[in-house]
């Protein structure tokens, strides 16, 4: 079962977090990285191809039997699944069609969100906006675990049942962390959403569902690609929120590895934040990062010093709204 782990609270800071002066410092040397802003002319394609290639694994898997049905969820549906989902957060700055076209950035996020089996793209929207502005806020940043995670998911064990849980606690920890009336576009997300998932029942039966949702929950749980939500910003060293991780995984996730660049500049599609490391590397390179995704999972249930707990903290004011 192993040892507790020897943190009893999150790290608490009286600081602001450091992306905001990074950005400063980095656009007042180097003003040609603002070119890099706006929309990714490609992301559109490869997202609706991923879409396609995922309705016509829908029809391909609807004789098999059910254990051939989990295993491509989890070897292939669900990292394209896993993908998706990260292509949502990119559309969720309005990188598909720029910030001008901020409706068909949220119409494209349903339309991506299709494979994934459950509405979830407006309301990652709508939280994520906070995860940016108000990042380790508490109360505010739903993207940190209960205090209840931190106590109970505290052996190895324990945080091996968390990370496969990982899906639940991401979905039900804002409604009970900063609960918000639901949207329109929530509404519609659901709306377009379940009726798709109907058809595809109408057309081909259980299985392609069972299909869908198993990849989206399989692999948003205990998988090689989930490494990305522990290596973002769990404190692996003392004094460093947020970390990057430079390895291959990067070309299956819309470059998320590269999150200290994407706190800094969140308006610049992911194809394009290698290149902000490269112009700014005297700001980056000497940052401590990640180099494996499945490293980070092993040191995270084995390491006795880290766990649910191993977040910072800050009491942030709410931003006036415009």
């Known amino acids: ?16 977090q450091p992306h905001t002066q990074r950005r400063k410092e980095i656009l007042a040397k180097y003003p040609e990285i603002k070119a890099l802003m706006g929309p990714d002319p490609h992301l559109k394609w490869i997202v609706s191809g991923m879409v396609f290639l995922q309705f016509l694994a829908c029809y391909l898997v609807k004789d098999l039997s059910w254990k051939w049905i989990f295993f491509w969820a989890y070897a292939f549906g669900g990292c394209i699944n896993h993908s998706l989902t990260l292509a949502i957060h990119d559309i969720s700055h309005n990188v598909a069609f720029g910030n001008k076209q901020a409706k068909w950035n949220r119409w494209f996020a349903v339309f991506a969100n299709l494979p994934i089996g459950i509405p979830y793209s407006a309301s990652f929207k709508k939280y994520h906006i906070d995860h940016h502005r108000y990042l380790g806020g508490d109360s505010l940043d739903v993207d940190i675990p209960t205090d209840f995670e931190g106590w109970f998911f505290c052996t190895p ?3 091996l049942l968390w990370l496969f849980l990982q899906p639940l606690f991401y979905s039900l920890r804002p409604l009970y962390v900063n609960p918000k ?13 379940f009726s798709v998932d109907l058809i595809i029942y109408y ?18 749980g205990l998988h090689p690609i989930s490494g990305h939500f522990i290596a973002e910003h769990y404190m692996f060293l003392k004094g460093y929120e947020t970390y990057s991780y430079y390895g291959p995984l990067n070309w299956l996730t819309f470059n998320v590895g590269y999150h200290m660049e994407h706190h800094d500049f969140p308006s610049i599609p992911g ?26 999972l092993w040191d995270f249930v084995f390491d006795d010093t880290i766990g649910p707990y191993s ?6 004011k709410l931003a006036k709204e415009s």
């Open 1 to 16: 079962m192993g040892n507790r782990v020897t943190r009893e609270d999150f790290e608490w800071v009286y600081t602001e």
């Open 157 to 159: 064990l324990r945080k």
């Open 181 to 193: 009336a639901i949207t329109r576009m929530e509404i519609f997300n659901a709306l377009v959403q």
């Open 203 to 220: 057309l081909w039966g259980l299985k392609p569902i069972i299909y869908l949702i198993a990849g989206t929950i399989l692999c948003m």
């Open 271 to 296: 194809c394009r934040l290698p290149m902000v490391k490269k112009i700014a590397a005297e700001y980056y390179d000497n940052l401590p990062h990640h180099q494996s995704w499945i490293r980070v």
């Open 311 to 316: 977040r910072v903290k800050r009491l942030c």
